[in-house]
């Protein structure tokens, strides 16, 4: 299907691209990597009257070191995440689950910035964010800035904190150096859409879990963190007796939804067994 005509601009710096959605106010859509927005357009879910580009926003693409922290423009793509040194040194766990987005081709266009907005609860992005802690720096009218921290990001179903007229600009992620880190996703076929995925960052010393983030992807109508895995990973060695009864609380405090590829209970059991072999890999280095 043909998309409804719609005006194109193609800013080319932040407060060019703002100035366009203030002029087009709710009859505007932004255009990251595409990768979500075009079929959405294509199908003619959406007619929105003007499309703003922000690929031709260079400082959007950067990934630099902040000395405590590592921070993503929001327009780097998947494929830039995967093949930075940066992210995989001191934020292993998004290198890790970014690079199980979709394939090459997407990866190679969609965004990180663009998958964490758009928030589909069964996109990857969001659970690695979650258990990274991960700020979030929204630019709005007039050049106003706030940071919001990862826990508040997430609204609802495909519903974040950035508002109208609003941009998601930067993620900033403190260093986990040296964290083991795995992603753990279950699909009935190669580059679906995750019907459960867990996101597993640890720190390991003599053999004892010293810290643990656990993110988890499709259990909820947002990623959702495993607090009661991390909490009693803590002080426990890192062996599968102690990390199978650790993760036996992963679905605790979940709503996960019923389909065509299972129904809540099936994905509450998915989440515990995906934990423990999320947590015991990353564990392993």
């Known amino acids: 299907m043909i998309p409804a005509q719609f005006d194109y601009v193609a800013p080319e710096s932040v407060e060019d691209a703002l100035a366009a959605l203030a002029a087009a106010g709710d009859e505007a859509k932004v255009l990251a990597g595409g990768q979500s927005l075009l079929p959405v357009l294509r ?13 031709r926003i260079p400082e959007l693409r950067e990934i630099s070191d902040d000395g405590e922290a590592i921070v993503i423009g929001s327009m780097a793509t998947h494929s830039a995440v995967v093949a930075s040194d940066l992210v995989r040194e001191h934020a292993a766990l998004l290198a890790r689950t970014v690079a199980e987005v979709a394939d090459p081709q997407v ?9 964490l907005v758009h928030a589909d609860p069964a996109g990857d992005v969001g659970a690695a964010a979650l258990a990274l802690d991960a700020e979030f720096t929204i630019v709005g009218p007039g050049g106003s800035t706030r940071t919001v921290a990862g826990a508040d990001f997430f609204v609802d179903l495909f519903e974040t904190a950035v508002g109208e007229g609003e941009l998601l600009t930067r993620i900033r992620i403190p260093k986990h150096t040296g964290w083991g880190a795995h992603y753990e996703k279950f699909v009935r076929v190669a580059h679906q859409w995750s019907i459960v ?72 059991h998915l989440a515990t067994v995906l934990t423990r072999r999320a947590v015991l890999a990353a564990a392993q280095g």
Request: aromatic residues 2%; without cysteine; negative net charge.
């Open 43 to 55: 199908m003619r879910l959406n007619a929105p009257e003007v499309v703003v580009d922000l690929g």
């Open 107 to 115: 990866r190679h266009r969609g965004t990180v910035g663009g998958a």
């Open 197 to 268: 995925a867990v996101a597993a960052t640890v720190r390991v010393e003599g053999g004892t879990i010293a810290e643990a983030r656990v993110g988890l992807t499709n259990m909820g109508s947002t990623p959702l963190r495993a607090r009661s895995v991390e909490e009693a990973l803590v002080g426990r060695p890192a062996t599968e007796d102690a990390v199978r009864a650790a993760a036996a609380s992963a679905a605790d405090g979940t709503n996960p939804p019923s389909d065509l590829n299972g129904d809540s209970d099936y994905r509450k």
